[in-house]
């Protein structure tokens, strides 16, 4: 079992009680809609999963503070991108940032790239709006909204941890040739992605 920092299962314990969906999942059709739609949302686009995956991977080749830093930052930015969606506030090209995260971020996985953990942050910040605005766009009309962004924060948080638990295989030899061939693999993907959307 990889040996994953304390402050990111202290971060994962947060997100789970922090999801009123989850807990009054019955209490009415907006609830469910909206927890469960957020929460599956991102496992409908590849685009999201491989990007989202590729933070929790390069978190952990940039090692700590980065492994639970990114992991943190990438869905509160996500929120903010969200409610610009669901206020309608346009941002330019979301559908090509999405792309682009998974190709920069693959890339990054793929060549172990380093760079200071401001920069880090602000890389993963950038591409978290993108992925936010896109969730806030495509909220089911009969959920709410805080209901919706906990369930694809929780969704977020998930695939950073798979990401974390394989990049963890780095540690050996053959698992970094295997963690640095995802990375490629994903931006590969994110290529594809883009090329749909040019």
């Given amino acids: 079992m990889p040996n994953l920092s ?14 009123p969906g989850l807990a009054m999942a019955h209490s009415g059709d907006g609830e469910v809609g909206g927890f469960i739609s957020g929460f599956t949302h991102p496992f409908f686009g590849w685009d999201h999963v491989v990007a989202m995956v590729a933070v929790g991977l390069w978190g952990v080749f940039l090692g700590k503070p980065a492994i639970w830093v990114l992991p943190i930052v ?15 506030i346009e941002i330019p090209s979301v559908e090509t940032g999405i792309a682009a995260s998974a190709i920069v971020l693959g890339l990054l996985v793929a060549f172990k790239m380093r760079f200071p953990i401001y920069i880090a942050m602000f890389i993963v910040a950038i591409f978290g709006i993108f992925h936010g605005h896109a969730h806030g766009t495509e909220i089911p ?8 962004a ?17 990049g963890e295989l780095s540690r050996w030899q053959i698992g970094r040739y295997a963690v640095q061939t995802a990375g490629l693999g994903i931006a590969i993907v994110g290529g594809a992605f883009l090329a749909g959307v040019l």
């Fill in 6 to 19: 304390k402050p990111f299962y202290f971060i994962i314990t947060i997100i789970l009680f922090s999801t």
């Fill in 74 to 88: 990438f869905p509160m930015i996500m929120v903010v991108g969200a409610i610009l969606g669901i206020l309608g």
């Fill in 141 to 148: 009309i009969a959920a709410t909204p805080i209901s919706y």
């Fill in 150 to 166: 906990a369930g694809f924060v929780l969704a977020t948080g998930l695939l950073h941890l798979f990401g974390i638990i394989f």
